[in-house]
């Protein structure tokens, strides 16, 4: 009796030098082919003012990999410093580190804006893992003693 069945058909293994890995590039502005360099991990800097919204990625050493801000997504006056604002901004990020690997981010929060909730909320709800969320917003403590009342 003959059986359909297919006879097992032994895999020769490839060599190293055939299994090269596939390198990211990207086009520069002139035309030139640049490799793109994987950052696994990375600091996330939210600055939250009054009347903005600043979100810089950096890799471990400080370097900047992406930046974006509300006047820089298209919106303009007093809707820059809405919550909505700063999750279109962590969009942007998000879609510029995307290539790069990013997946995990310790995060620097300073500033007293409405949009610094809004900005981590979105971050963590697009994939990015956040390992750490540190407080650095300056408070002043009085400061210098204040000139005296003036005599008319």
């Known amino acids: 009796m003959t059986d359909d069945v297919m006879p097992i058909i032994e895999e020769k ?6 299994q090269k890995k596939q390198t990211k ?3 520069t502005a002139k035309g030139k082919k640049r490799t793109v360099k994987q950052v696994p991990r990375g600091r996330a800097y939210i600055y939250a003012s009054l009347n903005n919204t600043i979100i ?5 050493n400080g370097n900047t990999l992406a930046w974006a ?8 006056g007093p809707k820059k410093a809405t919550p909505y604002a700063a999750s279109i901004v962590v969009n942007k990020i998000v879609d510029k580190i995307e290539p790069l690997g990013v ?4 995060l620097i929060v300073k500033g007293i ?3 610094r909730d809004s900005a981590i909320r ?14 650095v917003t300056p408070l002043a ?3 210098c003693r204040a000139p005296r009342q003036r005599r008319v």
């Open 113 to 115: 804006g409405s949009g």
């Open 103 to 106: 997946k995990e981010v310790h």
């Open 141 to 143: 403590h009085n400061g």
């Open 56 to 60: 810089t990625v950096t890799d471990p």
């Open 13 to 18: 293994a490839v060599p190293a030098k055939a």
């Open 25 to 27: 590039y990207i086009r």
């Open 69 to 76: 801000t509300a006047g820089n997504c298209g919106f303009k």
């Open 122 to 135: 979105s971050l963590n709800s697009k994939g990015i893992n956040i390992l750490s969320i540190k407080e």
